[in-house]
């Protein structure tokens, strides 16, 4: 059976392991991404962990899920925040065919989490997927048929960044500014508060965490709402750690999306929550290889 080095890198952990030609994790390991000392000695790490494997294996490719924005075709980093300070073009695929002889692809770890649920999550038998992941911003993905829709330049789906309210999407529906509002009305250090706090004392009464999280689930119906007028899918999947509170939010969201989405539209749509969780990077970047090289 065949086995690929799938890799997945996100800004404090390196995960990675074997899978199968079947899309089955046959092992699992992470490194600190140590993304301060930059983007280079993430190449290095990358170039270690395929030689180590590479060693011992028989594997056919290389599959790299990665934060930033990425030029698919090239295999490399077109745009990334200071966060990863000079990971903006660093290269994968070029590297790793020179030095190993293995065909690479590399896809931004957003779009990955959302073909993973696509392919083997949420989103199975979907004709149309759009997928958000709610973090410290809202990253966005939409599956048509297989296939991640990119854009002209690759920049599809940035919702973060769409206009909501005289502000942003992510400004105001992220699991950030959840954490934020509920420091800023308590009067207290943002940095005494998380999403599973806020969570816990709404779970128990607290109003001002009630109020904040309803307040939350109406932005993100708002946006998945203006989201689908112009996509039209007929699923729509939620990831994010703090999605994770599935129980207590879907009732929320979906009530809102109901008030925010015409009925036609609101019929057609699945509401559904991210399956994959954490090997979502991993399985994406295998599927999205897979789907280039039999392409190619």
């Known amino acids: 059976m065949k086995k690929y080095i799938s890799i997945d890198i996100g800004g404090t952990f390196i995960k990675y392991g074997l899978i199968n030609e079947n899309g089955h994790i046959l092992e699992k390991n992470q490194v600190e991404t140590q993304a301060s000392l930059g ?19 028989k594997v056919e490719g290389v599959a790299i899920s990665t934060a930033g924005m990425v030029d698919a075709k090239k295999g490399s980093i077109r745009y990334a925040s200071e966060l990863i300070p000079k990971y903006t073009g660093i290269q994968f695929k070029e590297p790793i065919k020179e030095k190993f002889d293995l065909p690479c692809q590399v896809e931004n770890d957003v779009n990955c989490a959302g073909l993973a649920e696509y392919k083997a999550g949420a989103g199975k038998d979907s004709k149309i997927a759009l997928i958000l992941t709610i973090g410290t911003g809202i990253g966005g993905c939409v599956v048509i048929n297989d296939e991640v829709y990119h854009g002209v330049s690759g920049s599809a789906m940035e919702v973060g960044y769409m206009k909501v309210k005289d502000s942003t999407f992510e400004t105001l529906g992220s699991a950030k500014a959840l954490v934020e509002k509920v420091a800023n009305l308590k009067n207290d250090n943002v940095d005494n508060w998380d999403g599973k706090k806020v969570f816990a004392l709404a779970k128990s009464g607290d109003e001002v965490c009630i109020k904040a999280i309803d307040e939350m689930c109406d932005i993100l119906a708002m946006g998945i709402a203006n989201i689908s007028y112009v996509l039209n899918p007929d699923t729509v999947i939620l990831g994010g750690g703090i999605m994770a509170q599935e129980e207590y939010l879907y009732e929320r969201i979906d009530r809102k999306l109901k008030i925010y989405l015409e009925k036609p539209l609101y019929d057609e749509i699945s509401l559904k929550f991210a399956s994959n969780q954490n090997a979502a990077g991993m399985l994406g970047a295998f599927y999205n290889f897979q789907n280039k090289e039999e392409n190619i």
């Open 39 to 57: 983007g280079e000695q993430i190449l290095e790490k990358v170039l270690k962990i395929v030689g180590i494997y590479k060693q011992k294996e």
